[in-house]
């Protein structure tokens, strides 16, 4: 069955800081596929990246960066330079192509992540 | 364009009470998917929705719930004799193609069984 563990609960940092946010995952599919959303205060899911299991290349989106390594089942999410506005929790989701997982998305609990002025 | 809406934004019932969530997509969006959040927990699968059918009902956690989306747009989730931990706040999603896409989630409708 598939799992995504974001072992990371709650991180606090200081603006500027460089932040990553932690995901494991666990799937018995070849193919899948990896998400990373976020929820800010407001409570609105907000998609940030979706990343194929075919494509190990990491992936960088101005402070934004993801680093993907099939070796380790891991698909960790950096943020440079990080500031106030990025607080908000962080999920980082798994979805199987092939049948025999449930359609929709598998999340893991998030991090909460806190950008002190 | 307009995103994915939900109505009510916040529904209060009493305990045996029903209770039907309404999830509007966003346009040409085909697949659509119904998530319960509960505090602290990340969103969990109900139902999805491939056109009209319902494609996967496995997460739905009892036969309680029920989803129709008769005209493959709109979807109304249902919820018969509530009860107090069905308390949570329920998302809906809308997707392009389905698992492989990114899925656009509206604002949520949270759901209070007193």
């Known amino acids: 069955a598939q799992k995504v563990t974001q072992a990371q609960t709650e991180i606090s940092v200081v603006e500027k800081e460089d932040v990553t946010l932690d995901c494991v995952y666990e799937t018995r599919d070849t193919t899948y596929y990896l998400f990373w959303y976020k929820q800010p205060p407001s409570g609105e899911l907000v998609f940030l990246i979706r990343r194929n299991s075919f494509d190990e290349q990491n992936e960088i989106s101005g402070r934004y960066s993801w680093n993907f390594q099939k070796s380790t089942s891991s698909f960790n999410f950096t943020i440079t330079a990080s500031q106030v506005v990025d607080s908000a929790v962080y999920f980082c989701?798994?979805?199987?192509?092939?049948?025999?997982?449930?359609?929709?998305?598998?999340f893991g609990k998030g991090t909460h992540l806190i950008i002190q002025p | 364009g307009a995103g994915v809406s939900q109505t009510p934004s916040n529904k209060v019932t009493e305990k045996g009470k029903y209770v039907e969530l309404r999830c509007d997509p966003i346009s040409g969006h085909t697949a659509l998917y119904w998530y319960r959040q509960s505090l602290g927990q990340g969103p969990e699968f109900l139902i999805y929705f491939q056109g009209t059918g319902a494609a996967d009902d496995s997460g739905l956690p009892n036969d309680r719930f029920f989803a129709v989306r008769p005209e493959g747009s709109v979807s109304t989730l249902k919820i018969q004799r509530t009860e107090r931990g069905d308390s949570a706040v329920y998302l809906c999603a809308s997707s392009l193609i389905g698992r492989r896409g990114e899925q656009f989630f509206g604002p949520g409708t949270r759901l209070t069984v007193l």
């Open positions: 989701a798994l979805s199987e192509h092939s049948g025999g997982g449930a359609d929709g998305l598998t």
